[in-house]
C-alpha cells in the first residue's frame, strides 16, 4: 500500500462550485499533514497546513480524520484560477519527519 | 529571504555526459530532498538528507544516480552517462525539521538529453 494516496480525478466543475476531494494515509503516526498546489510547468507550491481541529483559508477548507487516516480539502466557489493539481503531503510519523507526497488530484474549473 | 536555489534552470546535454545539478537550500534547513518530474506525470522522490543521518537514497532509480550535501547545506545532484530517459525536471525541496515544517521547492532544473 502507497503512504499516501489520491483520488487522481480529474475534476471538472463550474465557476461558483464547491469541490471537495480526500487524501488517505497509511501510516498511524503520522503527524504532519499539507496540501500543495502544483500549476503546469511549475514547482509545488504550500497551499494549507492541516490541523487536528481543521482549518480554514478564504474558499478553502481542510479537515483531518486520523480514525479514518484521511485528510480532505474543499473548495468553495470555485475560480477559473483554481485549476491546477493538488497534492497532499504526509510525513511517516514516530520521530521520523519525512514527508511524502501523493500522486495529486487534477481540478479543472471551467468558465 | 531568500527562497531554495537551483542552478542552471535549464541543461541540455548529449546522451552519455555527466551532469551535475545544484541546490541551495533556505538558510538553516537541515532537511533537504530532491525530487524528479517527468512532463504530465507525479513528483518522483529520489533522495532525502536529514541533518547528519545517513541520506535515504531509496528513490534513486539506478547506480548512475548520486547525491551528496556538503556541510549541511548546499546540494548535488549528479547523473552520470545521462539518457533520454533522464529528462525531465529536477527539483529541490527544504524545510525545517519538525512537526508542521512544510517543504519549500526550488524553481527547478529541467534537464534535456538528446
Known amino acids: 500500500r502507497k503512504e499516501v494516496e489520491q483520488d487522481p480525478g480529474p475534476f471538472n466543475v463550474p465557476e461558483g462550485a464547491t469541490v471537495a476531494f480526500n487524501c488517505t494515509y497509511s501510516?498511524?503516526?503520522?503527524?504532519?499533514f499539507f496540501w500543495y498546489r502544483q500549476d503546469c510547468r511549475k514547482e509545488p507550491k504550500l497551499l494549507m497546513s492541516v490541523y487536528s481541529s481543521g482549518n480554514e483559508d478564504g474558499r478553502f477548507t481542510a479537515q483531518l480524520n486520523r480514525a479514518s487516516q484521511y485528510i480532505s480539502l474543499l473548495i468553495r466557489d470555485s475560480k477559473l484560477s483554481d485549476s491546477a493539481t493538488y497534492l497532499c503531503?504526509?510525513?511517516?510519523?514516530?520521530?521520523?519527519?519525512?514527508?511524502?507526497f501523493g500522486a495529486g488530484t487534477t481540478v479543472t474549473v471551467r468558465a | 529571504g531568500a527562497g531554495v536555489s537551483q542552478s542552471p534552470s535549464n541543461k541540455v546535454t548529449e546522451k552519455g555526459k555527466d551532469v551535475e545539478l545544484r541546490c541551495d537550500p533556505i538558510?538553516?534547513?537541515?532537511?533537504l530532498y530532491w525530487y524528479r518530474q517527468s512532463l504530465g506525470q507525479g513528483l518522483e522522490f529520489l533522495i532525502y538528507f536529514q541533518g547528519n543521518s545517513a541520506p535515504d537514497k531509496s528513490g534513486l532509480p539506478s547506480d548512475r544516480f548520486s547525491a551528496e550535501r556538503t556541510g549541511g547545506s548546499v546540494s548535488t545532484l549528479t547523473i552520470q552517462r545521462t539518457q533520454q530517459e533522464d529528462s525531465a525536471v529536477y527539483l529541490c525541496a527544504s524545510s525545517l525539521v519538525g512537526s508542521n515544517s512544510p517543504l519549500h521547492f526550488g524553481n527547478g532544473t529541467r534537464l534535456t538529453v538528446t
Open positions: 538558510s538553516g534547513h537541515t532537511a
Open positions: 501510516n498511524s503516526a503520522s503527524q504532519s
Open positions: 503531503v504526509v510525513n511517516r510519523g514516530g520521530g521520523d519527519y519525512k514527508l511524502s
